[in-house]
């Protein structure tokens, strides 16, 4: 079983902070084996019928359990979950409870309790860079091109079909089973297009269009996909800058794999590299828990890729390249003119040291990704 160190010390910590941990995550993204490796546990399927019977009274339950960690894999196929979390929460303190799920929580009417301050909720995101090396993967280019699912990334050779089967199991299971949409054929041709238009401005009115829904569907179906955590939709940044991008968002799909998937790509070309580089920064800036994650764009199409606003410290400019040296400041230069308060950082898969680069006013920080969280959690601090 590979470990995953970082994301174990992530539900320790959630831990310390409440008994109910919430591990959430799209399907097939590792939730259940990163469940079972954790000590002493015990681990119920709830998809099983019996495991409805061992939890139908769950006092009883809690009080027959040998161990302090119990794992409740699916829990959302239960009756009533938040009834079973609540009480263990309330009655039993001492017990560790991790629920896992592909959406979040409030996504099923059957949470009828938020659950407030019992829980905390950790996002497991697809295989992160730092943990490349133990899935035993050390071309970047295979992790752009296969993703960060471990089914697909630990496979002996690229499986399209894996990618195919993964969409048709996200609709029963993910989306049909929440949410009870009938019209499969338009939702999953929505998906394809979300995922071609990955790292890009969202256009709703062209989406309906491809698909022939209404526009109102559309955004009701964006709704599912980021509930369900499928697609991330940035917004843009705007604090009263001149001639600013202020209402249309960025979108970017789960995982590079379905990406290059769904754009029908074969091999992998240089010209894939930069815009799926940009998935795997994002990626890493959300496991360091960001609050905020914007993008910024003015109407003469000068962009920064990821904006993080720290308030009085001012906004922090992330910017991702493929190439180092072919770097433009065009946009990082337009962006400081309006907002100068703040941290400027390059990402590049080159980078293996931090360094600092200056054009005219403008200082930037070279840093490799494996680096930025903690960066991030310094500047937070």
């Not at 609540?86 to 009655?91: E, G, L």
């Amino acid at each position: 079983m590979i470990e995953r160190p970082f994301w174990m010390d992530r539900l320790a910590l959630a831990w310390r902070n409440a008994p109910v941990v919430w591990l959430t995550g799209v399907r097939r993204a590792g939730k259940t084996v990163l469940a079972k490796a954790l000590p002493e546990a015990e681990f119920v399927n709830c998809d099983l019928p019996s495991s409805l019977d061992r939890l139908s009274d769950p006092e009883s339950f809690f009080r027959s359990l040998a161990c302090e960690t119990l794992v409740l894999d699916e829990v959302h196929q239960l009756p009533d979950p938040s009834r079973v979390l609540k009480i263990a929460a309330d009655a039993f303190p001492q017990l560790k409870v991790l629920a896992t799920g592909s959406s979040t929580l409030a996504a099923t009417t059957k949470f009828r309790d938020s659950l407030a301050g019992r829980k905390r909720v950790v996002h497991l995101l697809p295989v992160l860079v730092e943990e490349l090396p133990a899935f035993g993967v050390t071309d970047l280019r295979e992790r752009l091109a296969r993703g960060g699912l471990p089914q697909a990334l630990l496979s002996k050779a690229p499986d399209a079909e894996f990618y195919g089967e993964w969409l048709d199991s996200y609709f029963a299971r993910d989306v049909q089973e929440l949410f009870h949409l009938g019209k499969r054929g338009e939702f999953l041709r929505m998906v394809e297009l979300v995922l071609r238009q990955s790292g890009g401005m969202l256009d709703y009115s062209s989406i309906a269009k491809h698909i022939g829904v209404s526009r109102p569907t559309v955004t009701a179906w964006l709704d599912v996909l980021q509930v369900t955590h499928a697609a991330y939709l940035l917004p843009p940044f705007a604090e009263g800058g001149r001639r600013e991008i202020l209402g249309q968002p960025k979108v970017y799909g789960f995982d590079t794999g379905f990406v290059h998937y769904a754009k029908g790509r074969g091999e992998l070309r240089t010209d894939d590299c930069g815009f799926l580089w940009e998935h795997l920064v994002l990626d890493m800036v959300r496991s360091a828990q960001v609050p905020k994650v914007h993008f910024w764009r003015d109407k003469q199409d000068r962009e920064v890729d990821f904006v993080l606003p720290r308030g009085e410290a001012g906004v922090d400019a992330l910017e991702c390249t493929w190439n180092p040296d072919a770097f433009e400041y065009r946009g990082l230069e337009a962006f400081r003119a309006n907002y100068p308060r703040g941290r400027n950082y390059l990402l590049s898969p080159g980078i293996r040291h931090r360094s600092l680069r200056r054009k005219g006013d403008v200082e930037v920080v070279v840093l490799p990704l494996e680096d930025l969280r903690g960066e991030l959690a310094r500047g937070q601090s």
